[in-house]
C-alpha cells in the first residue's frame, strides 16, 4: 500500500491533497510553517521542517512512505533539492508536482535576473516608486536601496515591521485579479514591479496590471535545481502513485 507524503504550501499541493483525501490514500501534507493561519486540508498536516537532509530521511523512514511529492513554490530551492536525495537516500519514489514558468509576451516589459540580489542592483539608481511582490521572507535585502519608497503585500502581518525606511504594506490574501491589482499599483503610483517567477495562474495578476500600466517588471528567474521527475498535474501525480514509469511521467 501506498503512504505518500506530500512537501506543500501552494495551490497545487492543496488540489492534490483533494485528490488524495477523495481516493482514500494514505498522505500527510508537510508546511514549512511560514503562514500562520493556512487552508485547512482534508488529509493530515504537519508543520515544521525536517532539519536538512538526515530529518527529512529519518522522517521517511520512520514513517514508512513510499511515496514523495514535492509540491512546494518553485523557488524553494533547498527543500527541492534536500527532497531529490533524501528520497534517493530512503529509498522512496519521488516526483515533483509544479507548475510552469511565466513567459513574457506583447505588451511586458520585462528585465530577467538571476536572484535576489540582482534584483537588489537592478535597483540602483534615483528614487522610485517599487512594488516588491515577493512576501516577506526577501523583503529586508531591499535595504541596501532605501531610496525608494516600496510597496509590500503580505499574507499575514509580520511580527517586526519590515527593514524599508519608506514603505506602504498592506496584509491580503488572494487570489488577486488583473483590475483589482491595477488599482492597487495606479492609487500607489507604482513606477516598477519585482517579482519571481513563481509561475501558475493564482499570483499571475501583477503581471496583467504591470502590462496594463505599461510598467517595467524585474522579474527573478527560478533557481537550477537538481534533475527530478516533474509533472505539472494533480492528475498525474495520482497516474504515477498508480503505474509510476509505466506511464512515462
Not at 526577501?138 to 519590515?162: G, M, S
Amino acid at each position: 500500500m501506498s503512504n505518500i507524503l506530500v512537501l506543500g504550501g501552494t495551490t497545487e499541493a492543496s488540489a492534490l491533497a483533494a485528490l488524495l483525501a477523495a481516493r482514500g490514500d494514505p498522505a500527510v501534507l508537510s508546511y514549512a510553517g511560514r503562514v500562520a493561519n493556512p487552508k485547512v486540508q482534508p488529509i493530515p498536516v504537519r508543520v515544521g521542517g525536517f532539519d536538512g537532509v538526515d530529518g527529512l530521511v529519518a522522517y521517511l523512514q520512520a514513517h514508512d512512505v513510499t511515496h514523495l511529492v514535492d509540491a512546494t513554490h518553485p523557488f524553494a530551492a533547498r527543500m527541492s533539492a534536500n527532497a531529490v536525495v533524501a528520497a534517493e537516500r530512503a529509498g522512496v519514489a519521488h516526483i515533483a508536482l509544479t507548475r510552469p514558468a511565466w513567459v513574457s509576451g506583447e505588451g511586458d516589459r520585462w528585465t530577467r535576473v538571476t536572484d535576489i540580489e540582482a534584483a537588489v542592483a537592478a535597483l540602483g539608481g534615483p528614487s522610485r516608486r517599487v512594488m516588491l511582490a515577493l512576501g516577506r521572507m526577501h523583503v529586508d535585502a531591499f535595504a541596501v536601496q532605501p531610496q525608494h519608497d516600496y510597496l509590500l503585500r503580505f499574507v499575514d502581518a509580520p511580527d517586526r515591521a519590515p527593514g524599508l525606511p519608506r514603505h506602504h504594506l498592506v496584509v491580503d490574501r488572494g487570489p488577486f485579479d488583473v483590475e483589482g491589482d491595477r488599482r492597487l499599483m495606479a492609487a500607489h503610483g507604482i513606477e516598477l514591479v519585482v517579482c519571481k517567477n513563481a509561475g501558475g495562474s493564482g499570483a499571475q495578476a501583477k503581471l496583467g496590471a504591470a502590462r496594463a500600466l505599461g510598467l517595467r517588471v524585474i522579474m527573478i528567474d527560478r533557481p537550477v535545481l537538481p534533475a527530478r521527475l516533474e509533472v505539472q498535474a494533480a492528475a498525474d501525480v495520482l497516474r504515477w502513485i498508480d503505474h509510476g514509469a509505466d506511464l512515462g511521467v
